[in-house]
């Protein structure tokens, strides 16, 4: 046996050469096999695929997709075949909306209402307490010359009087007696006033007040407002209010309205509170 002519270092080339080549073949053989693998995976689900029964196809899908029904009328039918209750799945489901709004007739006796802006009204009586009952009598003439003036007059007099002895005790009524004032000898005896109008059983509360209202053109003197700083402190012998008018026309019946009034404290305001009125007139 010879001995090889090659050197060292070519030794070394020639087996580097040849690992490479071990290495790239062992690359490519495994490649191979991959794909081979692949092609029978592929094969092999196809195959399990055609093999699923159409009935169980059906079955998924009816799971899958939730049965649609037609919509064609609001009103239910009770007497629906067994057929139609599954419908084709190609055919879309037909809704049949109105187009128009239908219009509620509201009831006649139905009372709309207005909510005011504000929302918290305070209201407090500044009146102070019902002292008692009155009797209220009203004093005119019912014709008058066109030159001359007339007096309208209001009376207002106990009837009885409310007396609470605590906050807490009930009250208690005295009767109040007119007085008559007794003549001097040698005087003539005054003639009493009679009233145009009487009303008994009024409330009496501290601080009241009156308003006579009439039209500019027919008397000048009339309150053009009730004025809810005029009023009178209710005294021991009542009160009193009386108007002096002029007519501003020749002839004709003319309407008045006397008012007596109480104060309200409204939101901080003060207005008054019309508790009674008589409307009458004069010629």
Not at 59 to 80: G, K, R, W, Y
Not at 152 to 166: Q, Y
Not at 215 to 225: A, I, K, R
Request: net charge negative.
């Amino acid at each position: 046996m010879g001995k090889s002519s090659l050197s060292p270092q070519s030794r070394k080339v020639l087996y580097g050469i040849i690992g490479i080549a071990l290495f790239i073949g062992a690359v490519l053989i495994i490649a191979a096999v991959g794909q081979q693998l692949t092609t029978i995976m592929s094969g092999a689900n196809a195959t399990q695929t055609a093999q699923i029964d159409p009935e169980e196809t059906a079955l998924m899908t009816d799971v899958d997709e939730p049965t649609v029904f037609p919509i064609t009328n609001p009103t239910i039918q009770s007497h629906a075949s067994p057929t139609s209750a599954r419908p084709s799945p190609t055919r879309q489901p037909e809704f049949n909306f109105p187009t128009e709004i239908a219009q509620i007739d509201s009831p006649e006796n139905v009372t709309i209402l207005e909510v005011s802006e504000a929302t918290n009204v305070q209201v407090i009586d500044q009146s102070g307490a019902v002292i008692g009952t009155g009797l209220l009598r009203v004093y005119y003439a019912s014709n008058v010359s066109p030159q001359n003036t007339t007096r309208v007059e209001l009376e207002l007099r106990f009837v009885e009087k409310f007396i609470t002895a605590t906050p807490f005790s009930d009250v208690t009524r005295i009767p109040v007696t007119a007085v008559t004032s007794t003549p001097q000898p040698m005087r003539p005896t005054a003639t009493p006033r009679v009233s145009q109008y009487e009303e008994s059983g009024v409330q009496v509360q501290q601080l009241m007040g009156a308003s006579l209202f009439c039209l500019p053109e027919s008397f000048s003197g009339c309150d053009e407002s009730a004025d809810p700083t005029a009023y009178a402190f209710i005294q021991e012998g009542g009160a009193f209010w009386s108007w002096t008018l002029r007519p501003q026309t020749s002839v004709g019946v003319h309407d008045l309205r006397l008012e007596l009034w109480t104060l309200l404290s409204v939101n901080g305001q003060t207005r008054p509170n019309t508790v009674w009125q008589y409307p009458f007139s004069i010629t």
